[in-house]
């Protein structure tokens, strides 16, 4: 055996630092990197298959961080009687700052990227769960919020497009015909709830607003999707682009 086998061997670890340290023994820790590795992966790859501001490198290497700072920790703890895991608190701290930078505003004054931030912040501590060894709590956590991800969006837009409120990005080929449109709205049984004039558009040739209603009309509530009220809107004259935001 030369020094290099020797020094990552299970005898010369328990010899000098305990029996604990076969948790550290570098099977163990390829194990934990490679664990963190693909379950980053695979919600990293999630999210590039839809577009989003993080994808699968950004993933992978937050998983990673939170599982290097659960490995030190556990390290310290052991080694150190540390009563504290400082360092998996601060990975988790820095993938809240991180995840912070991917929540953008749109054109439309649309939020986007909670979803993806807060997906960054889970992923964090589930590295460093699969850090300290808690394999079982790392798999839940991954399994959930993988069908969290993938499955609920479905339900949710199941749900919105049954809600009796709804946002619209309107497009108006002059501020002169917003009173026409209001006054269509009244007559469909709808209620304005707020209009948001959209200066990001300004000097393009239409006037966009941002449009939120509820839906009064029972005849409307039961049989009308809300993407079948947008369609009959599209048909109006002065209306140039109506959609769902």
Same mark, same amino acid.
């Given at each position: 055996?030369?020094?290099?086998?020797?020094?990552?061997?299970?005898?010369?670890?328990?010899?000098?630092?305990?029996?604990?340290?076969?948790?550290?023994?570098?099977?163990?820790v390829?194990?934990?990197?490679?664990?963190?590795?693909i379950?980053?992966?695979?919600?990293?790859?999630?999210?590039?298959?839809?577009r989003?501001?993080?994808?699968?490198?950004?993933?992978?290497?937050?998983?990673?961080?939170?599982?290097?700072?659960?490995?030190?920790?556990?390290?310290?703890?052991?080694?150190?009687?540390?009563?504290?895991?400082? @360092?998996?608190?601060?990975?988790?701290?820095? #993938?809240?700052?991180? +995840?912070?930078? /991917?929540?953008?505003?749109? $054109?439309? %004054?649309?939020?986007?990227?909670?979803?993806?931030?807060?997906?960054?912040?889970?992923?964090?501590?589930?590295?460093?769960?699969?850090?300290?060894?808690?394999?079982?709590?790392?798999?839940?956590?991954?399994?959930?919020?993988?069908?969290?991800?993938?499955?609920?969006?479905?339900l949710?837009?199941?749900?919105?497009?049954?809600?009796?409120?709804?946002?619209?990005?309107?497009?108006?080929?002059?501020?002169?015909?917003?009173?026409?449109?209001?006054?269509?709205i009244?007559?469909?049984?709808m209620? @304005?709830?707020?209009?948001?004039?959209?200066p #990001?558009?300004?000097? +393009?040739?239409v /006037?966009?607003?941002?449009? $939120?209603? %509820?839906?009064s009309?029972?005849?409307l509530k039961?049989y009308?999707?809300?993407?079948?009220?947008?369609?009959?809107?599209?048909?109006?004259?002065?209306?140039?682009?109506i959609?769902?935001?």
């Amino acid at each position: 055996m030369d020094a290099l086998d020797f020094l990552v061997s299970r005898d010369f670890l328990a010899q000098y630092f305990g029996e604990w340290s076969m948790h550290l023994a570098l099977p163990g820790v390829m194990l934990r990197l490679a664990i963190s590795l693909i379950l980053g992966a695979a919600i990293g790859w999630e999210r590039t298959n839809k577009r989003h501001s993080a994808g699968l490198r950004t993933f992978i290497t937050i998983t990673l961080a939170g599982t290097a700072a659960g490995l030190i920790d556990f390290f310290l703890l052991e080694v150190y009687g540390s009563s504290s895991f400082f @360092i998996s608190g601060t990975a988790v701290l820095s #993938a809240t700052i991180i +995840s912070a930078r /991917s929540i953008l505003f749109n $054109s439309r %004054t649309q939020i986007k990227g909670l979803t993806t931030a807060a997906a960054l912040w889970m992923m964090g501590l589930l590295g460093v769960a699969v850090g300290i060894g808690l394999y079982m709590t790392a798999l839940c956590l991954f399994a959930v919020l993988f069908f969290t991800l993938s499955v609920l969006p479905v339900l949710e837009n199941f749900l919105d497009d049954k809600s009796n409120h709804f946002e619209v990005h309107l497009e108006l080929n002059s501020a002169k015909s917003l009173p026409l449109f209001a006054a269509t709205i009244r007559k469909l049984g709808m209620k @304005i709830d707020d209009i948001e004039y959209n200066p #990001a558009y300004k000097g +393009s040739g239409v /006037s966009v607003y941002s449009v $939120s209603f %509820t839906i009064s009309n029972e005849e409307l509530k039961k049989y009308k999707s809300h993407q079948e009220i947008i369609d009959a809107l599209g048909t109006l004259d002065y209306i140039v682009h109506i959609e769902e935001i």
